[in-house]
């Protein structure tokens, strides 16, 4: 996993962004939906009209396959500039596609929402 780039209360809103994700509108069931298919650079969620609520957004990144000879996929943490958050809006202004963290997902046996949380919350403490 790549190294995270945010701290303090931008860690503790992203988490809490997630979590909600996990909660509301099947989120989860929609990255899942499109682990095998989306082309790298894909957002996964939430959609665009959202940007202005939810900070940061999750995009599909390169499927591989691991040592293990297991398929994998990358999902990519990313800040949104149309947010209305103006520490994070400054932080994608820089660079809306830089990756903030990356989670590694086991494509034929993804985590469900609590475990995707879960492992977020460990990147960003």
Known sequence: ???VICEGTIAAGIR???????????GWDKVLGNLDTAPPGTRAWPNRTK???????????P??????????????LQANKNTKDP???AVANTNSHKSLATITVPAD??????????????LLR
């Open 1 to 3: 996993m790549e190294q």
């Open 16 to 26: 809490l962004t997630f979590v909600s994700m996990s909660l509301q509108n099947d």
């Open 51 to 61: 940007d202005h609520n939810v900070s940061f957004r999750i995009d599909y990144g």
């Open 109 to 122: 046996s993804p985590p469900d929402a609590g475990e995707f949380v879960e492992k977020l919350g460990e």
């Open 63 to 76: 499927s591989f396959i691991g040592s293990d000879g297991r398929p994998y996929r990358n999902l990519e």
């Open 87 to 89: 520490r994070v809006a």
